[in-house]
């Protein structure tokens, strides 16, 4: 689990950002549901994957626009 946990933060650290940049937001929402970590240790809540748990919720529209402009300024 921890080696999916790495994997899936390297693809939102270098996936998102471009997305971002191109304005695919609805890709970039998919690909933050997709990349999710998962516990390490424990059981796993399948609907945490598909979108069904209580732990999730859509991405905030004034995050996703913070996150624009923080790229913007260091790019």
């Known amino acids: 689990r921890r080696w999916l946990n790495n994997y899936n933060k390297r693809i939102r650290d270098e996936v998102g950002p471009e ?3 191109r304005f695919k ?23 945490y994957f598909i979108g069904n748990s209580v732990v999730c919720s859509k991405s905030s ?7 624009m402009i923080f ?3 260091w790019n």
């Open 19 to 21: 997305l971002l940049k």
């Open 61 to 67: 529209p004034i995050f996703i626009i913070i996150i």
């Open 71 to 73: 790229l913007r300024i």
């Open 25 to 47: 937001m609805a890709a970039y929402e998919w690909m933050e549901r997709k990349t999710r970590s998962i516990p390490e240790e424990g059981e796993v809540d399948i609907n």
